[in-house]
Structure formats: structure tokens, C-alpha cells
């Protein structure tokens, strides 16, 4: 996956994300999704700080990987 596909993805998600937020009543379905929304967010992200830190060290950024929910839900911020 290129840096390109993931930012992409992110602007896709974030632009559900906003959708969600704008509405007055959210169904249980759409809270859920929005937390779904929230966590792949955080995957996508890593994944891109992934590939440019290996791009910044001279390795190569199609070695990074998709980090479970459970490993970047646990970062502090």
C-alpha cells in the first residue's frame, strides 16, 4: 500500500467521521460505526508514521504493517 492510498482512506473515514458527528440523533448502529471509525482511523495513522519513519531510516516502507486494535487503541497520547 502506498502513502497515497492510506492518507485516501484516512480522508474517507474522516469525512464519514464528520457525517456522524453532524447528525442531532445518532441510532446505536451509528455510534458503534463512529467508534469503529475511530479505531481504523488510529490503525490508518500508524501504519503511515510506520512507512515514513522507515522511509526517514533508508528502509523499506512496504515493510510496515497494520498493527491490530488492540496494540494502537493502548498508546498514550
Known sequence: MQDS???K???SLVNEEHR???KQDMQPQ???RLKAI????DRCWDLLRQRR???EFGEN??????R???IVEKYEQ
Open 38 to 41: 475511530q479505531v481504523e482511523l
Open 9 to 11: 482512506h484516512i480522508e
Open 30 to 32: 451509528e455510534s458503534a
Open 53 to 55: 519513519a522507515k522511509r
Open 68 to 70: 491490530g486494535a488492540d
Open 5 to 7: 492510498n492510506v492518507t
Open 61 to 66: 516502507p512496504n515493510e510496515a504493517k497494520t
Open 20 to 22: 456522524l458527528f453532524g
